[in-house]
């Protein structure tokens, strides 16, 4: 993405572009799997917020690229009472920096496969699941 007449050349998304590339990415997945995520809150922040970092214990918060908050699907009742609706978080920032450290793959890709991890998540699958049908630590 340029900016017309710019001196500088590309310039990086901001957080309304970034959003818009994760709404086109979730427009794009199965109708089923848009319908399970129909109550499922989007957002897109430059990183995450520092106690999120702390309760990880992450180094930095340059290692988070997405998050699910929530209780997955297969783990909700309606007994269950929600106090707060389940989000995915894309973390703008670190998923710039992963895509220009990799160089291999395009930001729109890379948006999408951050998006779908965290929603398998909402969906009730692990890491290991989703591993074995879009294995990106090669």
Do not use: N
Not at 52 to 73: C, F, K, N, R
């Amino acid at each position: 993405m340029t900016e017309p007449d710019s001196p500088d050349g590309p310039l990086a998304p901001d957080l309304a572009m970034m959003e818009e590339m994760m709404h086109a990415a979730f427009a794009s997945l199965p109708p089923e799997v848009r319908g399970a995520c129909a109550d499922l809150a989007l957002r897109v922040e430059d990183f995450p917020a520092e106690d999120i970092v702390e309760e990880m214990e992450l180094e930095s918060a340059w290692d988070l690229t997405g998050l699910y908050q929530g209780v997955p699907l297969t783990e909700k009742s309606t007994w269950d009472a929600p106090m707060a609706p389940d989000t995915v978080w894309l973390f703008r920032r670190p998923i710039l920096d992963e895509w220009i450290e990799r160089g291999d793959v395009g930001l729109a890709a890379l948006v999408t496969h951050v998006l779908v991890h965290e929603i398998a998540h909402h969906l009730g699958w692990s890491d290991d699941d989703i591993r074995r049908v879009d294995d990106w630590t090669l």
